[in-house]
């Protein structure tokens, strides 16, 4: 594919309610913090252009808008995933236990080509609060039994790591989809429906 | 696991595509929506399947509708619990099978010994022998790997010999009746004469091979047909578990849809910002089936130029037809009230051909549909071209199971809550037929209104009268019907054999998302008379083949059911007003009946609110870190909207705030 094609990366957050999936987007895109917690409303999916390895490419993050409270998560929301971002609680031991269903979930419902080789970035979040429930060794032994997953260690609400994390974030999915469209281009003629004026041509010319 | 949340203003139960906008609509005004499902998925009968799931999907109890704990509910002294699910709505006429063998190296001659092959061979001789008397004309299961031709005669002799001494008893009368009536028929009839010659050559090919196998009994021919053919054929051979290990790259709707690009339901994706939540793939050609074979139907401005099916006069007469249709109104025609479509034409001396395409692709019509309705159907096609491709329809990548996920999403993203794989046993009615919650597991949940799926409507309030039913067939084929030169996404409009009725047929392949690459996917769907299986018979026949040398797809497998059609008549009978039942899918082509009847659902719960009017981009949201407040504010693009967007976020956030510990 093209170089010069311009490069969207969906990038998936995944993780139990209230580990603070809704809140590291929103610092990162928006240097912003709230410190009340309310279930995901309105977070969809939030969008960020930069340069990763000098090419300039979009990172749509998509939220799970709630709908992972009640593993009522579809599977069209893992489509066509470039990276996926496991997040957890370091206060909380249980939001640490579910990362081994989330990354199976994760790999059954996007099955993607090389599930062994495919990029999860692994979040333990809050480390500005007490008590510390799992330590850094413990996770970072986690990762390693799961083929060497990149760790970091975040506090959306002061900010650290955060910016550190989703460059990490960026290039795992930009290798990714560079793997694939060396490999095939699999979907070459995919639309998307936008303002009804500007309708993209799929390969065929308009007819009339 | 946090317990569900026990009130709210809307529950909806199902998560097919009616109940699904109905709930998107809901939640985008700012109401607390609790969208429940039984099943573990999305879509009820409007989902797809993997090919490992659609097989279990119908096999184990439709629902996980159970009573467990539902009597430690308490409940009102005046009200009373009505069981969730009725005995009207079923699924049918369900048969699914493979007609390719079951392992890899069973095609691997020069691995193998004899028996194994001979085993195999014969699990698909048995296939045969089930249906004898079909065996002329059936689909093939396939394919033995000839390499080693002594081998091959050694396994054929086996498989014939032991099949022959498993039907001692078999219908040898029958079978012979059929290669007669096959004969017959190549002689007599007029019209398909091209299908019958090629059976009746198949046949023959076969008396060939057997006399080469040795075998005597020629009677008992028919009822080794497939494997006869099948173990002679030299090609790629597919495996049961080649095609099974790829089965997630399978997405396999139950409800096909295509979409008028520029028609009601697309028009409202793309207003209320759903389409960003679905991916979309152009439907490159409609073919349809005229004098012995497929043909492009040549339907924009540039396709009929190009078509070498249509003569130079013909384009002109075309085209302008098209243009009179596209510019009329209905009192053009007021002299066809009562007469049929197909009559307008004929009277305006179109020739056959031409009629052909206009009325079952272009007015995707058939012989008894009224002027009105093919004009009207006309305009909407002809509206639709030229957005798109060179079709007026799109087709959602991954399949249509896609399209009820995309509104469930708009509806979570403003805050309605989703359960699936929910206990959900009982509803609870007042005395005046109130709804006032349901039973899900030990819980009691509360809301003012429901709206739910058909198929989840207690006995007591549907109305027991004869269901209608559309037979489904979807098949996994090795090509396409018609090979192009670029691969397209294929809609296939074909009129049964008396033009009473037309065939939806969607092909697609794996650019569509459906399936692995080198395979394909065809769905049909038509109007059940006799059974799923009976009705498509003749599309099957036509469209397949099962010779593999043959031009035509070889079906590798194939899945039968006919779904209820809640649509054209009322099942519901009941007095309560906060009740809503979406009917299940259609018969149409696309949409847009099925969303006009979500939003008049919608309307009469909230008759002073918009359906689903444009939803903020995600960028348009601002987070402000208000320490006391910490309210997400909306910034509306349409100015005028601003102040009544805010007021109802901020209604929303005082519902569901919910604190962290």
Known sequence: ?208 | MDTLPTEFDLIVVGTGLIESAVSAAASRIGKRVLHIDSKDYYGGLWASFNLENIETVFSKPQSNIHNAGSEDVQLDANQKKLVIGNDLFEIIDIEQAWHVLEKDKDYDSSLLKTKDVAEAALEVSEECNAESVDAVTKEVPVAVEANAESLVDEIQAIAVQEAIEKNNDVDIQEGAVAVIEAKENAEKETDPVLEVKEEFNATNDIHVEAEEAQIVEEEHLNNVTSLEVSAAAVFKPWSQESIMKQSRKFNLDLTPKVQFSRGEFVKLLVSSNIARYAEYIAIGRILTYLDGKLIPVPCSRSNIFSSPHVNVIEKRVLMKLLSTLMDSTDKDFSEYDGKTFKEYLQDRKLSPELIHYIVYSIALSDDETSCSDGVKNVKRFLASLGIIGQTPFIYSMYGSGEIPQAFCRLSAVFGGTYALNQPLSHFIYDEEHNFKGLISGQQKITASNLVTGFEYAPNEMVEKKEMSYISRGIFITDKSVLEADKQKTSLILMPSKDGKTLCHIIEAGHWSGVCPKDLYIVHMSARRTASAKEDLKYYVDTLFSNDPNDTKPNVLWSFYFAIPDTNDKDYTQHNSKNSFFCPGPDSDLDYDNSIQKASKIFDEIYPDSEFLPRAPDPDEIIFCDDSDEAAEEVKEAGAGDLPQEIEKTEEKQDSAEISLN
């Open chain 1, 1 to 208: 594919m093209a170089s010069n094609k311009k490069i969207l990366l969906k990038v998936v957050i995944l993780g139990d309610s209230g580990v603070g999936k809704t809140s590291l987007m929103n610092q990162y895109i928006t240097k912003k913090f709230s410190n009340q917690y309310k279930a995901t409303i309105g977070a969809d999916f939030l969008t960020k252009e930069l340069i990763v390895d000098d090419r300039a490419v979009t990172m749509q993050i998509w939220d799970t808008a709630g709908q992972e409270r009640f593993q009522s998560l579809g599977v069209a929301f893992y489509r066509g995933a470039d990276c996926c971002v496991l997040v957890f609680d370091v206060t909380a031991p249980n939001t640490f236990k579910s990362l081994d269903s989330w990354r199976d979930e994760f790999l059954i419902q996007a099955s993607p080509r090389e599930p062994e080789n495919f990029p999860f970035v692994l979040l333990g979040n809050k480390v500005d609060l007490e008590p510390r429930g799992i330590s850094t060794k413990r996770a970072q032994q986690w990762c390693q039994s799961k083929n060497n997953i990149p760790y970091f260690e975040t506090s959306a609400k002061e900010a650290l790591n955060v910016e550190q994390a989703f460059q990490c974030i960026a290039r795992n999915a930009l290798s990714q989809q560079n793997q694939n469209d060396d490999l095939y281009n699999e979907f070459p003629d995919q639309i998307k429906l936008s303002q009804p004026s500007k309708s993209s041509g799929s390969g065929d010319s308009c007819a009339c």
